[in-house]
């Protein structure tokens, strides 16, 4: 099992471009989030997803919309990047039949705004 | 709004030291899990506390949950390069809230 994979790693924007970050994760999981790790502000939650065909905002949606078409993927979108979204984006899953919401982590996606 | 306070922020020993990092609320949470994150990578779960006062081993690791589940520390005897990364702890508050309170983590450089 590959886990939670994330494409792209890195990504370098110019202010006002768009991209579509994926994450997709082959253990079935129900739940998915995207966050944003930036030096001293720990993660932050922006979107999550319940279940396919479900999204809803978290901590920081602001700039961000998401999708989940299919049960394993989950795609963070940015419409008009801003210097203020770069950041490293992560992805997470979890099982619903989990007591505890215990996450599996992708990667990370690097992404710079300029 | 459930905060979770870690302390300290960074943590800086020799090859061979012991260390105490600590995760704190005025929050219960009804559990407690503790993520390693290396450089690079996304954070990797070490262990769950569900029960008040409860203590995990991992090897060198010991993880023990407050008897309030308010708090939880993590201890790691005999440090190791390979135990450098941030410690990230982050709480469930229970029911069907699908979302975790993540801490902001302790890093750790092990220098050998």
């Known amino acids: 099992n590959a886990g939670v994979t994330q494409t792209p790693k890195f990504r370098v924007l110019k202010t006002g471009q768009s991209m579509t970050l994926l994450c997709a994760q082959d253990?079935?999981?129900?739940?998915m989030y995207w966050y944003r790790q930036d030096p001293g502000m720990g993660l932050r939650l922006i979107h999550y997803s319940v279940g396919e065909g479900t999204t809803a905002k978290g901590e920081v949606p602001d700039g961000y919309n998401v999708s989940r078409l299919k049960k394993q993927n989950f795609l963070l979108g940015l419409e008009s990047a801003a210097p203020s979204q770069t950041s490293v984006y992560f992805c997470?899953?979890?099982?619903?039949?989990?007591?505890?919401?215990?996450?599996?982590f992708g990667p990370g996606t690097r992404l710079t705004v300029t | 709004t459930q905060l979770l306070e870690q302390s300290p922020q960074f943590l800086s020993i020799q090859e061979g030291e012991n260390l105490t990092v600590y995760c704190n609320s005025s929050s219960v949470f009804s559990s407690l899990q503790w993520y390693r994150q290396e450089p690079g990578e996304g954070p990797v779960l070490l262990v769950t506390v569900v029960t008040g006062g409860e203590v995990k081993k991992l090897k060198r690791l010991t993880f023990q949950f407050g008897d309030a589940r308010k708090d939880s520390s993590l201890h790691i005897t005999a440090a190791q390069p390979g135990d450098t990364g941030l410690y990230l702890c982050?709480?469930?508050?229970?029911?069907?809230?699908?979302?975790?309170?993540f801490g902001k983590g302790t890093l750790l450089t092990v220098n050998p």
């Open positions: 253990m079935n999981h129900e739940y």
């Open positions: 982050a709480g469930h508050s229970g029911g069907s809230n699908y979302k975790l309170t």
């Open positions: 997470a899953s979890s099982l619903a039949d989990s007591k505890n919401y215990e996450q599996y």
